[in-house]
């Protein structure tokens, strides 16, 4: 079966103008779907037609195929990203809270280490707060490279530091987008990503 575009969790305008319905309209309804075309396009017809998208970037890994391996990664990524934003604030609780202090020392300090990972980060590329092991790890990667490619790097939340995600909203402020984006962080989706809990839609496309 070809991979479809997930519908967001929530509306194009629940967020205001932090992330714009317009910013929605390109972002989701143009980028992710054209990576979605072209993937399906790539696949159509040979021996991964019916893989899982997990099976698709790691094949495309494999045998060096840098084209199928961008769009595909970058359905996955997307699909996750969306996932980890909330239109209403949220505070981790729990073992999230408990695992984040034992790590960084704190929330505040973990998000302000975030967000140096991800202002910081030349060019095109994604943040990533991930488990290795049993620590909690702050990283990027470039372009469309997803955690799926990289053993022990197992994604909790992403930020997409992409021009695409946030030039309509705030222009080439990058630091402003993280920030807000921060502040509506889908922290139970992020606790069921580290419990092994989360179904995550990612890999459906």
């Given at each position: 079966?070809?991979?479809?575009?997930?519908?967001?969790?929530?509306?194009?305008?629940?967020?205001?103008?932090?992330?714009?319905?317009?910013?929605?309209?390109?972002?989701?309804?143009?980028?992710?779907?054209?990576?979605?075309?072209?993937?399906?396009?790539?696949?159509?017809?040979?021996?991964?037609?019916?893989?899982?998208?997990?099976?698709?970037?790691?094949?495309?890994?494999?045998?060096?195929?840098?084209?199928?391996?961008?769009?595909?990664?970058?359905?996955?990524?997307?699909?996750?990203?969306?996932?980890?934003?909330?239109p209403d604030k949220q505070n981790p609780s729990g073992s999230l809270a408990a695992r984040i202090e034992d790590c960084f020392g704190s929330k505040s300090e973990m998000l302000?280490?975030?967000?140096?990972?991800?202002?910081?980060?030349?060019?095109?590329?994604?943040?990533?707060?991930?488990?290795?092991?049993?620590?909690?790890?702050?990283?990027?990667?470039?372009?469309?490279?997803?955690?799926?490619?990289?053993?022990?790097?197992?994604?909790?939340?992403?930020?997409?530091?992409?021009?695409?995600?946030?030039?309509?909203?705030?222009?080439?402020?990058?630091?402003?987008?993280?920030?807000?984006?921060?502040?509506?962080?889908?922290?139970?989706?992020?606790?069921?990503?580290?419990?092994?809990?989360?179904?995550?839609?990612?890999?459906?496309?």
């Open positions: 079966m070809p991979f479809e575009l997930p519908e967001l969790p929530y509306s194009k305008d629940s967020f205001g103008d932090l992330i714009s319905s317009k910013t929605f309209d390109f972002h989701h309804g143009k980028h992710h779907q054209a990576y979605v075309n072209k993937t399906n396009d790539a696949i159509e017809g040979g021996d991964l037609a019916n893989a899982s998208l997990s099976e698709v970037i790691l094949a495309a890994k494999d045998s060096g195929n840098q084209g199928l391996f961008n769009n595909s990664a970058q359905i996955w990524n997307h699909s996750f990203y969306w996932q980890c934003l909330s302000s280490a975030l967000k140096d990972e991800a202002v910081g980060h030349f060019a095109s590329g994604w943040a990533w707060l991930v488990l290795n092991g049993d620590n909690l790890e702050i990283t990027s990667l470039h372009d469309a490279d997803t955690p799926v490619a990289h053993e022990g790097m197992k994604p909790l939340l992403t930020i997409d530091v992409w021009e695409h995600a946030y030039y309509l909203d705030f222009q080439n402020d990058r630091g402003a987008y993280v920030d807000a984006l921060l502040d509506h962080v889908n922290w139970e989706f992020v606790a069921q990503n580290m419990d092994g809990k989360g179904v995550s839609r990612a890999d459906q496309g």
